[in-house]
């Protein structure tokens, strides 16, 4: 939990991981699209271990709307939100964690 801390995100009630800061705006979104814990491991997880075992030097992964996660192995830019947040980056190893946080999150929460 640690990491929320880091990047000032909370879980709410609703169990969703929110945040009051304007500039992680995007990342909240990103996470609140890829919502579903399978498509998760079979779609977004396969996707960045491409870039981080180096198989691929990067990758992009959308998010509807919320915009367009752009990996590299060691940075990750949130970007192109249509929603009009900031663009966001964050180390890809941190991106990494809180992709495993947010299923455990949704796992313990039967979502």
């Not at 990491?3 to 500039?23: A, G, Q, R």
């Not at 491991?41 to 981080?52: A, G, S, T």
């Amino acid at each position: 939990m640690e990491l929320l801390k880091k990047y000032n995100l909370e879980i709410n009630s609703n169990e969703h991981i929110v945040t009051k800061d304007s500039n992680k705006q995007i990342l909240v979104h990103f996470l609140a699209y890829w919502d579903n814990v399978q498509d998760i491991k079979e779609d977004l997880l396969p996707e960045l271990n491409l870039v981080i075992n180096k198989e691929l030097k990067f990758n992009d992964i959308g998010a509807d709307v919320v915009g367009v996660a752009y990996i590299e192995s060691e940075t990750t830019k949130l970007l192109g939100s249509d929603l009009g947040h900031s663009d966001f980056e964050l180390p890809t190893k941190d991106f990494k964690e809180l992709i495993m946080l947010w299923i455990y999150i949704l796992e313990e929460n039967g979502r």
